[in-house]
């Protein structure tokens, strides 16, 4: 890279500038990749948590929706869940978390009250309200779990994008930068001693003109002097 830059002052001016900006970025990014992985380890202690609960959660609603079924039979399962009128809704809003937007996502009508499942109550048993409550549960634990996974996964890819880039600076531009410096620092150096070397060069040349001239005066002095002695 090197070889395509000139040997200018000026150019070694720019580079400078520039590794200057450059060291200033690296500092930045280095910090802040420092910061999303503290904040992706939380989001990932939150993630097993999360993961555990609807572990749980999807065994117990499995475990009550199997009862239900065994003692009061699918027709009366089914015919519960039909009764349904109201389904659960989702309002998705995004939050920043070092500058990457994560979703935020609120829910709301996934627990009901028995009258609000919309089946009679006269008409099940208490096993299918266990698997209701069990469903409405995991429902939510799902919701939870969509969310931290989300944002679980737009931190990792931001920490990835963020690693790249430092790398990028500190493995190639940056050595490139200072690889480019010290090249024109050299041939400056260079240069300065030709010029030293150029202007000693002319002013020994001078000066043995000047001395040769002197002597070519005197001569002519002399020469003169004993012209008028002999006259």
Do not use: C
Request: proline share 2%; hydrophobic share 40%.
């Amino acid at each position: 890279m090197a070889k395509d830059v000139k040997p200018t002052r000026k150019e070694l001016m720019r580079i400078e500038d520039r590794i200057d900006l450059s060291e200033r970025g690296h500092d930045t990014l280095e910090k802040k990749r420092d910061g999303l992985i503290m904040e992706f380890m939380d989001i990932l202690d939150q993630a097993q948590d999360v993961r555990s609960d609807l572990d749980d959660s999807y065994g117990r609603a499995q475990h009550a929706i199997n009862m239900a079924r065994a003692m009061d039979g699918d027709v009366a399962v089914r015919g519960a869940a039909a009764a349904l009128k109201e389904h659960p809704e989702l309002t998705t809003q995004s939050k920043n978390i070092m500058g990457v937007v994560v979703p935020q996502i609120e829910s709301s009508k996934v627990r009901k009250s028995l009258d609000e499942r919309g089946y009679g109550v006269m008409g099940t048993s208490a096993r299918i309200d266990e698997a209701a409550d069990a469903y409405e549960e995991l429902i939510e634990n799902i919701i939870l779990a969509a969310e931290v996974e989300t944002a679980m996964k737009k931190m990792l890819e931001e920490i990835e994008t963020t690693k790249r880039r430092v790398n990028a600076l500190e493995f190639k531009l940056l050595p490139d930068l200072y690889d480019n410096k010290e090249y024109i620092e050299q041939k400056l150096e260079e240069q300065e001693r030709e010029e030293i070397f150029r202007m000693k060069k002319i002013k020994n040349k001078k000066e043995e003109e000047e001395a040769a001239a002197r002597e070519e005066e005197n001569a002519e002095a002399e020469e003169a002097a004993a012209v008028a002695a002999d006259d």
